[in-house]
């Protein structure tokens, strides 16, 4: 079945420490996404690729980073510079046929622990 | 800053009532417009997608689009506790960038 794959579905980062999060999909989507959602908020986006070897800041890309290599493959990195990064993290894909956006389709996410 | 807003509830309506979802954006360029249900701790998942003015309809569900006046909603027909969840509001304008609202806490009481 086509889908959004993240793992680990839990992580946790000792202070300090560089953690990357995996997300793979096999839905031959174009742009592909990141978002952080904190206890009863809304989506936030980190980090957004439209197309391979391409990406943008979203409105918190701040201590975070992203590569985009292969079009299935849009990994996230929680870098030492992010100070707060408890948080559940969810990775999306997207295709944009005959000019209106469709809806995105999320992975399952990662929730991200200080230790 | 392009914006999303929803009333954050909590909404509760009895089982069997329609439960009526509202979300405003403020960016007249968007496009596209989504109502994704998330339960707690999981990931969204998609209800409904609208692009023109009017209503429409997928089973239980109608969603609805005013452009002149910016405002999305969702109407949930026949309520049922299985419903009960964060419904998400998104808009997306032309490119691939989507911003989401807040989310409206739904409870349907069995």
């Known amino acids: 079945d086509g889908g959004i794959t993240q793992s680990p579905k839990y992580l946790f980062r000792k202070e300090g420490q560089n953690v990357t999060l995996s997300c793979e999909q096999n839905?031959?989507?174009?742009?592909m996404y990141w978002y952080r959602q904190d206890p009863g908020q809304g989506l936030r986006l980190i980090y957004y690729s439209q197309i391979v070897n391409d990406f943008q800041k979203g409105d918190i890309a701040e201590g975070y980073s992203v590569s985009r290599e292969k079009k299935e493959s849009f990994p996230l990195t929680v870098t030492s510079a992010q100070k707060n990064p408890t948080a559940f993290y969810l990775c999306?894909?997207?295709?944009?046929?005959?000019?209106?956006?469709?809806?995105?389709?999320f992975g399952d996410g990662t929730r991200l622990s200080i230790l | 800053q392009k914006e999303v807003e929803q009333n954050s509830g909590p909404l509760s309506v009895p089982e069997g009532a329609i439960a009526s979802l509202n979300c405003t954006y403020s960016d007249r360029g968007s496009q596209s417009f989504f109502w994704y249900r998330q339960y707690s701790g999981k990931s969204p998942e998609l209800i409904m997608f609208i692009y023109s003015n009017g209503d429409k309809e997928d089973g239980r569900f109608t969603a609805q689009l005013n452009k002149a006046s910016q405002y999305v909603s969702l109407l949930i027909r026949d309520s049922q506790p299985s419903d009960s969840a964060t419904y998400l509001c998104?808009?997306?304008?032309?490119?691939?960038?989507?911003?989401f609202g807040a989310g409206t806490r739904l409870f349907v009481k069995a």
């Open positions: 839905l031959n989507h174009d742009a």
């Open positions: 998104a808009a997306t304008t032309g490119g691939f960038k989507t911003i």
């Open positions: 999306a894909s997207s295709s944009k046929p005959g000019g209106y956006n469709q809806p995105q389709h």
